[in-house]
């Protein structure tokens, strides 16, 4: 089941866009013609123009009811003409619970060539062709799979991937050998995992050419884990013995064979590179050929660019693909870019692709007639069953290759917070300080404003909110009463979304903050924001916090700090 993938592909597949366009949406219809859903509008059609007409563009919640009945057990044809054999989880949500996505085997096959063909394409910008002089230290993870009621698997994209024979007979050539051998990126524990991938890479130092992970806050995560365990993994190289916490036995089996005995020189090398004072550079310190870092950093990830130019020294990062639950879209054919210029090039077999304008003024267009410059909202036809699907985010025409648009990352609509792909909302927000202000009426203050922001200087990032406080008797606030402030910062992540709490419970999320600030705070922050040009009337408390002079200015009023003391539940 391998796939022979090749950049020849590439020119086909951009420079024949408009028909390779056309003839997905005509298999699609056709596999689809007597779902259910479909025939409602299409009455077994698969005519084009009826298409366009008829089907409605959907959220979430619309297709929600058909995706469920498939989960619970009714015939895949409910929703989708091909088989669905399993379940997508994304990180979006939908009313606070996570969103599954129906799918089956031709996802991993598709989400393996487009990761084949973006290797092939950084592989050609360093050096020629890396892959035979190197190796790549991936921080890739699986996570454990559940169950939907009638037995069907449910996991990430990348674990159904990771899962899959695609990724068992992938091409060596396509796809740079990583440092971990299978059983570590399959293995379900994360702290195990990451532990032994930074064994492997460090027993191979002088093989790692590519420093990578899916998403950039995974690539900060392993950094952080290097910076408490280094001695612990030095010990484990002097001695050629894995620590005795790696239970995981075929994880344990893999790494010792790749130690292959006591290497104490090596110990020593690493001891003396972890012990600077600062771990400025220590990526390229470490993995002294390493040439570039390969992580999505472009959208909510853009947060991490500066931490990973720290630790790297400033090593090209490149974004190497966009894509979601529900589809994959494009790839990054200038792995050069700088993260702020990173444009994907759609790549128009994976699904149908159309364009909606943003603010929904004017026609939704299809994948070759978008506009250069203007900005669009992707809506996505599948193979498994989503028709015109509204994705969520924001994108905007920055060229095109051959007749193929390339896309700039502008942002997820709505999200305000996040810490790594989580998307907290302004909507959750709301409602989260709406369950927070519950606990505050049985004090003797209340909270006259906010704002907020993910705190990623700390490991691991937390959420922050700084809170005016004002006694109910009008008097200025005395004393902070630090049970119930604890108890709103328990209350506030309590009412965050399935995946907060799940990353939190794992610890990727750390204990969510108030800081209370000194009353006229806020005032002082709309002084500073109408002395930049803004105008009091149109003034609003911004929700989420960006400016640095701003944050400084909050920061110099913190009266105190709490934090909540244990994880929210993962359900209710
Ligand atoms: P999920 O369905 O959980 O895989 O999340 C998909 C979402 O992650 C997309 O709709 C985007 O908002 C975001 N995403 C994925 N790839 C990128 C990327 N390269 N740049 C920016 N955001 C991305």
Redesign the pocket.
């Known amino acids: 089941m391998s796939l022979s993938v090749e950049l020849k592909d590439l020119e086909d597949l951009t420079s024949n866009a408009k028909q390779i366009q056309d003839d997905v949406l005509k298999e699609i219809l056709t596999l689809n013609a007597n779902t259910e859903y479909l025939h409602r509008f299409l009455n077994g059609s698969t005519d084009k123009d009826l298409f366009k007409k008829n089907v409605p563009i959907v959220s979430y919640d619309d297709v929600k009811p058909y995706i469920e009945r498939v989960a619970n057990g009714e015939p895949s044809d409910v929703i989708s003409g091909g088989p669905i054999t399993r379940f997508?989880r994304?990180?979006?949500t939908s009313g606070g619970k996570q969103k599954i996505f129906p799918t089956n085997d031709k996802y991993s096959e598709k989400l393996g060539y487009l990761m084949a063909l973006s290797s092939l394409v950084i592989s050609k910008h360093f050096n020629g062709n890396v892959s035979h002089k190197g190796k790549k230290m991936g921080f890739l993870y699986n996570r454990l799979e559940t169950k939907t009621p009638s037995g069907l698997l449910v996991s990430?994209?990348f674990a159904t991937y990771f899962m899959s024979d695609y990724f068992k007979n992938r091409s060596s050539k396509c796809n740079l050998e990583y440092t971990s051998p299978d059983q570590i990126i399959l293995c379900i524990d994360i702290n195990q995992s990451v532990y032994c991938h930074l064994l492997c890479g460090l027993s191979q130092r002088d093989k790692v050419v590519g420093v990578c992970a899916t998403f950039a806050y995974a690539l900060v995560q392993a950094i952080n884990v290097l910076q408490i365990s280094w001695t612990e993994l030095s010990n484990n190289i002097r001695s050629g013995q894995v620590s005795e916490w790696i239970t995981d036995l075929d994880c344990k089996n893999a790494v010792s064979t790749i130690l292959g005995g006591p290497n104490p020189e090596l110990a020593d090398v690493i001891e003396q590179e972890c012990s600077h004072k600062s771990w400025e550079g220590i990526i390229t310190r470490l993995w002294p050929k390493a040439k570039y870092i390969e992580c999505?950093i472009?959208?909510?990830?853009a947060q991490y660019v500066p931490t990973l130019e720290f630790y790297s020294k400033k090593l090209p990062i490149v974004?190497p693909?966009?894509?979601?639950?529900?589809s994959l879209f494009g790839i990054n054919l200038d792995p050069l870019s700088k993260p702020q210029d990173v444009s994907?090039t759609f790549v128009p077999d994976f699904s149908y692709f159309e364009f909606l304008p943003v603010d929904h003024e004017g026609d939704i267009v299809d994948l070759v007639d978008v506009k250069l410059g203007c900005y669009y909202e992707p809506v996505v036809t599948n193979y498994f069953g989503l028709q015109r699907y509204l994705?969520?985010?924001i994108l905007q025409v920055t060229g095109f290759y051959n007749a193929t648009p390339q896309f700039r990352?502008v942002r997820?609509k709505d999200m305000v917070l996040s810490v790594d792909?989580e998307t907290t909302t302004e909507d959750d927000i709301l409602k989260a300080l709406a369950r927070a202000a519950l606990v505050l009426e049985s004090s003797s203050y209340m909270l006259m404003s906010f704002t907020c922001y993910a705190d990623i200087s700390t490991c691991p990032g937390h959420y922050v909110f700084y809170w005016e406080l004002k006694a109910k008797d009008g008097k200025d606030v005395v004393e902070l009463d630090e049970k119930v402030l604890v108890e709103c910062c328990s209350a506030l992540e309590e009412s965050f979304d399935a995946l907060y709490r799940r990353f939190r419970s794992h610890g990727i999320i750390g204990a969510l903050e108030i800081r209370v600030v000194q009353q006229g705070t806020f005032d002082s922050l709309m002084e500073y924001f109408v002395s930049q040009g803004g105008s009091i009337a149109q003034y609003k408390t911004p929700m989420c916090i960006k400016s640095s002079e701003a944050f400084a200015l909050l920061e110099s009023k913190v009266l105190a700090r709490f934090h909540s003391e244990q994880s929210p539940p993962l359900e209710f």
């Open positions: 997508v994304s990180s979006g990430s994209a999505i472009t959208g909510q990830m974004s693909m966009y894509g979601s639950s529900e994907y994705i969520g985010d990352f997820r792909v």
